[in-house]
C-alpha cells in the first residue's frame, strides 16, 4: 500500500526534479558531516560577489514592494517584535527579551518548520529598520550575530528551517531591502551594524547560489531566484556569477505563470505573493512586465468583493497584501481563467469565486485541497459561502481534513477522496477539475459557469457543476452525480458572522440569506469550524444538502436567495440544467488542460 502510493506520487516527478533530489540531500548531508568544510567553500564563493550597495537606486525600488508585503503581513506586531515578542501564522512566541531569541524552539509542530522559517526570514526586520532609528540597526545585527551563533551548520535539522534555501532566500531580500529603507530615512551609520548584514547578506546569496531548490522548483526556486536578483541589483559592480539568471527567470516565469495570467500552484495567496515578487524583479531591472500585467488581471479571478482573495488550496488570509492593494477590483460580470481553472462572477457586492481547475501542476501539487467544483461567495460584499482555510502545514487528522472533499463547498462522495493525500504536502492519485463552456448552459441565469471532474472515476462516478447567479437576489448551484452515486454529499460553510437565524435562515445585522432545496432536500445545520487565518480558527456553521438519488445517480440543487421575491419555482429551471449537466457528464467534452499538460 505505502509502496504504491509513493509510486503514484513519485511518478509525477520531472527527470530534473529526480536528479536534484538526489543532488541536494546528498549536499546537505555532505555539509552537516563536514560544516567547516562546507562553509568555507560557501565563504570562498561570498567573497567572489562584488560589495553590495545599499543605497543602490534598483534595490531602493525593489525595497518599496517589499516593505508593502511586510507592514501587511507585521505592522500590526512591531511592538512586540521590539521586545522579543513574536507573532506569525497565529501563534505568539515571547522568548523576553530581543536578545534571548531562541532560532529553532521546539513549537511542538511535528514536521512543520513553518513557525521556526517564518522567524528566520527576518522580514519584521524590514518594518524596524524602515523607522530609520538607531537602536533597530543594532537590533538587525544582534539578530544576525545570534543566529550565526545558535546555528552552526553541524546542528541536526537546521537544513531544514533557519539555513533551507528558502529561509535565506527570504533573509537575503529582507535584509538588503530593510537596510536600504533604514538609508532612505535617514538612519545614521554604524559600520559595524551594516557590514553585519551585508555581510550575512553574502553568505545567503552564496547559500543560494549554491543550493537552488531544482528539486521542488515552482515559488520555492523562484523565490530563489528573485532573492538572487535582488542581491544582483545592489551590486556596486557585475557579478559573471549571476549572469545566469535572467534566463533562469525566464525559465521559471513559464512555469508559475500560465497564458491565462493565472498562478500554476492555484493557490490565491501564492498568486498574490507571486506578483509582489514580479514587481521586486521589474525594480531589480528584469523584465517581466507581460507576465506582471497577466497575474495582476488573473487576480481579479479570485478577489471577492470585499477586496481580498478567495482561499482555495493552501490560502490564508494576512500573508500578503489584500488584493485591493495589489490592483483594482475586476469589473462586473463574468471573468474565468480556463487554463487556471478558476471563474469569478459578480456584480456590486455579491459574486462568487469558482474552483473548475486542477488541484495543482502535476509535478508539484504539494499546496492542493480537493477543493474541486467548489465555490465561495460574498453577499452584500460579506463572505457567507467560505472555504475552510488552512488550520496547520503539519501532519496528522487535522492537515488531512481540511484539505478533504468533505470540508469544501463541492459536490463529492462521502468516504471517497478525488486527490490522495499522505503527509503534510505529498499527493498520490489527483484527479482534475476543468471548466464547461458549453451553449446549452447558458440562458437560465444573468450570469453563469459550470465545470467537472474526473476525481471519482475510480468509483465509476462523474460530477458536474452548474452555479447561476443573480447579482442582488440570488445563487443557484446545480449538481449532478453521474453513476453509482449512493453516497453523494454536498455541504456548505457558512462563518458565524452570519447568524443561523432559522433553519434555513442566516442573518447579518440586517441583511438576511434564505436557503431553499429545489432538489434533495436540508439535512441539517452543525457547528463547525474554518481558519481564514492561518492557525486561528473560527466559528462557522456547516450545510448539509441531502441530494436526490435517480437511477443514474444524484442531483441536488441548491439555493440561497437574499433579495427581491422569491417568484417562480426554480425547480423546472433546476431540472433542465441537470439533464443537460447528466449528458454531458455520459461523454465528457474533450479538453487541454494546458496547466498540467494532460489531453
Avoid at 533530489?21 to 562546507?38: D, E, H, I, K, S
Avoid at 458565524?496 to 442573518?507: E, G, Q, V
Amino acid at each position: 500500500m505505502s509502496l504504491g502510493r509513493t509510486f503514484r506520487t513519485a511518478r509525477h516527478l520531472t527527470a530534473e526534479q529526480w536528479l536534484y533530489r538526489l543532488v541536494c540531500r546528498g549536499r546537505f548531508a555532505a555539509a552537516a558531516r563536514a560544516p567547516r568544510l562546507y562553509r568555507a567553500s560557501v565563504e570562498r564563493t561570498a567573497r567572489a560577489f562584488p560589495a553590495p550597495d545599499a543605497d543602490s537606486a534598483r534595490l531602493r525600488a525593489a525595497a518599496a514592494q517589499v516593505l508593502q508585503l511586510q507592514q501587511a503581513v507585521h505592522g500590526a506586531h512591531l511592538d512586540g517584535f521590539a521586545r522579543g515578542r513574536f507573532h506569525f501564522l497565529g501563534r505568539t512566541v515571547d522568548f523576553g527579551g530581543f536578545d534571548r531569541i531562541q532560532w529553532r524552539r521546539d513549537l511542538g509542530e511535528k514536521n512543520n518548520p513553518l513557525w521556526r522559517m517564518n522567524l528566520a526570514y527576518m522580514g519584521w526586520l524590514v518594518c524596524l529598520l524602515a523607522r530609520g532609528q538607531p537602536a533597530e540597526l543594532q537590533r538587525a545585527r544582534l539578530a544576525i550575530e545570534s543566529l550565526e551563533a545558535q546555528n552552526g551548520w553541524r546542528q541536526p535539522g537546521v537544513f531544514r528551517d533557519v539555513w533551507h534555501p528558502y529561509a535565506a532566500s527570504h533573509r537575503l531580500i529582507n535584509l538588503l531591502c530593510g537596510l536600504a529603507l533604514y538609508r532612505a530615512a535617514g538612519g545614521a551609520g554604524d559600520a559595524q551594524a551594516e557590514a553585519a548584514i551585508l555581510n550575512h547578506a553574502k553568505i545567503c546569496a552564496a547559500f543560494v547560489l549554491r543550493n537552488l531548490e531544482r528539486d521542488l522548483q515552482y515559488n520555492h526556486l523562484f523565490k530563489n531566484f528573485v532573492a538572487l536578483a535582488a542581491f544582483r541589483a545592489a551590486l556596486a559592480g557585475p557579478c559573471e556569477q549571476l549572469d545566469f539568471l535572467d534566463g533562469e527567470i525566464a525559465r521559471s516565469l513559464r512555469q508559475q505563470i500560465l497564458p491565462d495570467g493565472g498562478h500554476a500552484e492555484r493557490s490565491p495567496m501564492y498568486h498574490a505573493l507571486c506578483l509582489i515578487d514580479l514587481r521586486v524583479l521589474a525594480a531589480a531591472g528584469v523584465a517581466t512586465e507581460n507576465e506582471a500585467a497577466a497575474a495582476l488581471h488573473a487576480l481579479g479571478a479570485t478577489m471577492h468583493a470585499d477586496g481580498d482573495i478567495a482561499l482555495f488550496n493552501d490560502s490564508w488570509l494576512g500573508e500578503a497584501p489584500a488584493a485591493r492593494a495589489l490592483g483594482a477590483a475586476p469589473a462586473d460580470g463574468k471573468l474565468l481563467l480556463p487554463r487556471t481553472g478558476y471563474a469569478r462572477l459578480g456584480a456590486g457586492g455579491d459574486g462568487i469565486v469558482f474552483d473548475c481547475g486542477p488541484c495543482g501542476p502535476d509535478a508539484n501539487p504539494g499546496h492542493a485541497h480537493a477543493d474541486f467544483l467548489s465555490v465561495e461567495s460574498t453577499v452584500y460584499g460579506r463572505r457567507f459561502l467560505v472555504d475552510p482555510g488552512v488550520p496547520t502545514y503539519s501532519e496528522g487528522p487535522l492537515r488531512d481534513e481540511s484539505r478533504s472533499a468533505a470540508r469544501h463547498n463541492g459536490p463529492h462522495l462521502a468516504g471517497a477522496e478525488p486527490i490522495e493525500f499522505w503527509g503534510s504536502f505529498r499527493v498520490g492519485r489527483r484527479g482534475h477539475a476543468y471548466p464547461l463552456e458549453d451553449a446549452a448552459l447558458g440562458g437560465f441565469a444573468p450570469l453563469w459557469c459550470a465545470g467537472w471532474q474526473d476525481g471519482y472515476r475510480p468509483q465509476g462516478v462523474t460530477v458536474a457543476r452548474w452555479v447561476g447567479l443573480w447579482p442582488g437576489e440570488a445563487l443557484l448551484l446545480v449538481d449532478v452525480w453521474h453513476g453509482s452515486a449512493g453516497n453523494a454529499a454536498l455541504e456548505f460553510l457558512v462563518p458565524a458572522t452570519w447568524r443561523h437565524d432559522s433553519p434555513l435562515r442566516f442573518a447579518s445585522q440586517d441583511k438576511t440569506v434564505a436557503l431553499q432545496v429545489p432538489i434533495g432536500g436540508c439535512a441539517g445545520v452543525a457547528q463547525a469550524q474554518c481558519w481564514p487565518r492561518y492557525g486561528e480558527a473560527e466559528a462557522a456553521h456547516a450545510v448539509a444538502v441531502r441530494p436526490e438519488l435517480g437511477h443514474r445517480g444524484a442531483v441536488a440543487a441548491t439555493l440561497w436567495r437574499w433579495g427581491g421575491d422569491p417568484g417562480a419555482d426554480v425547480t423546472p429551471l433546476a431540472r433542465n440544467v441537470a439533464a443537460r449537466l447528466q449528458a454531458l457528464c455520459m461523454n465528457p467534452p474533450r479538453f487541454v488542460d494546458w496547466g498540467v499538460g494532460r489531453t
